[in-house]
T-cell receptor, first 110, second 111 residues
Framework: GIQVEQSPPDLILQEGANSTLRCNFS?????LQWFHQNPWGQLINLFY???GTKQNGRLSATTVATERYSLLYISSSQTTDSGVYFC????????????FGTGTRLQVTL | DAGVIQSPRHEVTEMGQEVTLRCKPI?????LFWYRQTMMRGLELLIY????????DSGMPEDRFSAKMPNASFSTLKIQPSEPRDSAVYFC?????????FGPGTRLTVL
């Protein structure tokens, strides 16, 4: 099946700083999702982005499917951005069976 | 829409007991997924359904686990008998052919 790797594994930011999280995947994909798992354990959808760039407020994401990676940008970070960020891609040959990366744990401090 | 609904939110049980987790997908979604999250293994897919039919159960750990989807608005994941190593957060998700949306999860503790 597809392999999904995320970097960095851990990240500490001061409030107001910007950051870039990376997701590499081992095979071509027809969709990719970014999630934020907040400190209460909820998985919140951030982006559904098979290719191209999308923006939502302070967050944006870019997927370059031909080069098998996706980037999540967080600008002007806030303490509420803390948590774990996951990317997930479907296994080869299926549009449904998502494989999750191991996540980037982000802590935003005052 | 209320989103994906799961119950119970927390379950504490003793080894050997039967545990049933419940999920109501988003109305109109035709795919439903059960995931398990642990510190050791991360998020892993257990089973998924399309149009109430199980498509892939290769992630189900063993015969103690079973899942059903009797209709488009309800699914159960049953563990019988439960073991301490089943302790985890179990998520249900649904989709309409693309983006998946997750429920709040059920935190299961087996003593």
């Amino acid at each position: 099946g597809i392999q999904v790797e995320q970097s960095p594994p851990d990240l500490i930011l001061q409030e107001g700083a910007n950051s870039t999280l990376r997701c590499n995947f081992s095979d071509s994909v027809n969709n990719l999702q970014w999630f934020h798992q907040n400190p209460w354990g909820q998985l919140i959808n951030l982006f559904y982005i098979p290719s191209g760039t999308k923006q939502n407020g302070r967050l944006s994401a870019t997927t370059v499917a031909t080069e098998r990676y996706s980037l999540l940008y967080i600008s002007s970070s806030q303490t509420t951005d803390s948590g774990v960020y996951f990317c997930a891609a479907p296994n080869t040959g299926t549009a449904s069976k998502l494989t999750f990366g191991t996540g980037t744990r982000l802590q935003v401090t005052l | 829409d209320a989103g994906v609904i799961q119950s119970p939110r927390h379950e504490v049980t003793e080894m050997g007991q039967e545990v049933t987790l419940r999920c109501k997908p988003i109305s109109g979604h035709n795919s439903l997924f059960w995931y398990r999250q642990t510190m050791m293994r991360g998020l892993e897919l257990l089973i998924y359904f399309n149009n109430n039919v199980p498509i892939d159960d290769s992630g189900m750990p063993e015969d103690r686990f079973s899942a059903k989807m009797p209709n488009a608005s309800f699914s159960t994941l049953k563990i019988q008998p439960s073991e301490p190593r089943d302790s985890a957060v179990y998520f249900c998700a649904s989709s309409q052919g693309g983006e998946q949306f997750f429920g709040p999860g059920t935190r299961l503790t087996v003593l």
